[in-house]
């Protein structure tokens, strides 16, 4: 072992000595977690804002859509004709409306009717209203789970391969302790080194 070496050595075993340095060390990661309860007891006391329901208003000259009108946090209501969806469209009772023609089934076209200017329909209305007309024409032909299956054909679960992170040695590990990465990562760092000079005198 070179000078160089030994004085690292000495150096760094006299600094992982001190008291400080060790408390310093150690509560990093417990005012972490001081921190993190804190945050989720006064979470927790505080109400959560009341979720805001989207209305949405449609029209059904089919005559078979009146079903499944609980879409999530979007509600449709039905109206008899285009003239008293219109006035609930003013009059601010719903944010929308859609036409089912007669000839739906057949085109596929769908009228929607909107106060906004929209290059394109959001794409949570566009769901909410396809996840309607599909359970509706579905309604009765198909068991309820097949219809679920169509409206939501994905259920993604991802599981990292966590094997060639903790081939990574301390870094992996450190990765893993999401929580206080940089505190919990030192303090296991600073310890295997200590450990691993101390086994080398």
Request: charge should be negative.
């Amino acid at each position: 072992m070179n000078k160089t070496q030994l004085i690292f050595r000495h150096e760094f075993l006299n600094t992982v000595k001190r008291v400080g340095f060790i408390i310093m060390t150690l509560i990093v990661p417990v005012l972490a977690l001081l921190a993190i309860g804190i945050f989720q007891l006064v979470s927790a006391i505080i109400e959560p804002s009341e979720v805001e329901t989207t209305t949405i208003g449609y029209i059904d000259d089919i005559g078979e859509f009146d079903q499944y009108t609980t879409q999530g946090l979007i509600e449709l209501v039905c109206y008899n004709t285009q003239d008293d969806a219109t006035k609930a469209l003013i009059n601010g009772n719903v944010s929308e409306y859609f036409v089912i023609p007669r000839d739906y089934t057949s085109t596929g076209v769908i009228n929607h009717y909107t106060l906004e200017k929209q290059p394109e329909t959001p794409a949570p209305t566009v769901a909410a209203i396809k996840r309607f007309l599909t359970s509706n024409i579905l309604a009765g032909k198909v068991p309820q789970a097949t219809i679920n299956v169509i409206d939501a054909p994905l259920n993604l679960q991802t599981y990292g391969d966590w094997r060639r992170v903790y081939r990574a040695g301390w870094m992996g590990e450190c990765y893993h302790s999401r929580t206080f990465q940089l505190s919990t990562c030192l303090l296991h760092y600073v310890l295997r080194q200590f450990y691993a000079f101390g086994a080398g005198e």
